[in-house]
């Protein structure tokens, strides 16, 4: 009798000072869960921060160059087309205007690429743009070393298209030569992001008339950065011209786009 007592009061004791140096609800919860889950709930909780945090990191990292196609004037002034090029090209055009809203491509090209990087922003991205208005002077070579020294991820030049042929229609996506003698380095991540973009333009109902290899592109040639350039239609064509100039086809042709670029980064 003597021994049960002096172990009933030992384990009182004990139970004083357990309770005195926990929370007896927070532990009983914990403890029951561990036994339920196998997991420690503490843990479980840093682990999935962790993650969120580092989700969080993986897309605030990449920086993405936009370059909205052309300018007001252009400026028929050569530049080599590659390093240590003998053969020159203007150094930039004001580009196409439009059949039926008689918008000049640059304007149209800017406002696209305004909404492009509104919607990388919000998925987590650093966007730079090789230029913000309309009234400016940059050559093809200039946005090219322009990525190269912000040292972006990625390159996503924004343009539309013309012909003389006022029936065709439909989206292009152009990307370095995968034998060009300055686009090689570039032409895998080029092209990797180009058949993701096409796949999301594709979904999203866009005809996309393929992706197509360029050698002859001074934006290309001293791009030392990945780069996908996208023709977004025909502004030779009535119908295409209106549509791209609408708000609501302009967002989602982006949101195709970004969404194509997410990927790549994701896969990445």
């Known amino acids: 009798m003597r021994i049960y007592k002096l172990s009933l009061v030992a384990i009182i004791i004990l139970g004083i000072i357990f309770i005195g140096k926990s929370d007896p609800m927070k532990n009983l919860y914990k403890n029951s869960a561990s036994i339920i889950t196998g997991l420690n709930i503490d843990a479980k909780d840093q682990n999935e921060n962790k993650q969120d945090k580092k989700s969080n990191e993986k897309k605030e990292k990449y920086l993405i160059c936009i370059d909205p196609g052309h300018q007001s004037k252009g400026d028929w002034k050569t530049e080599q087309v590659g390093p ?38 919000s998925k987590g991205f650093d966007v730079v743009m090789t230029r913000e208005s309309n009234d400016v002077n940059i050559s093809n070579l200039e946005r090219a070393t322009f990525a190269n ?6 390159v996503i030049r924004i343009h539309a298209d013309g012909s003389d042929d006022t029936s065709i229609t439909g989206a292009s996506i152009l990307i370095p030569s995968q034998k060009g003698q300055y686009t090689a380095p570039i032409f895998e991540a080029s092209y990797e992001c180009a058949n993701l973009v096409k796949s999301k333009m594709d979904v999203a109902g866009f005809k996309v008339n393929g992706i197509y290899e360029r050698d002859d592109l001074t934006g290309f040639n001293w791009s030392k950065v990945p780069v996908v350039l996208v023709e977004m239609g025909f502004m030779s064509n009535y119908n295409e011209d209106q549509m791209m100039s609408n708000p609501e086809y302009q967002t989602k042709m982006m949101q195709s786009i970004a969404d194509g670029v997410e990927e790549y980064f994701q896969i990445k």
């Open 149 to 154: 020294k912000k040292n972006a991820n990625m």
């Open 84 to 121: 240590g090029s003998p053969y020159q090209k203007a150094r930039v055009s004001s580009g196409t205007v439009g059949i039926s809203t008689k918008k000049p491509e640059y304007i149209l090209n800017l406002e696209a690429s305004k909404v492009l990087k509104h919607i990388l922003v």
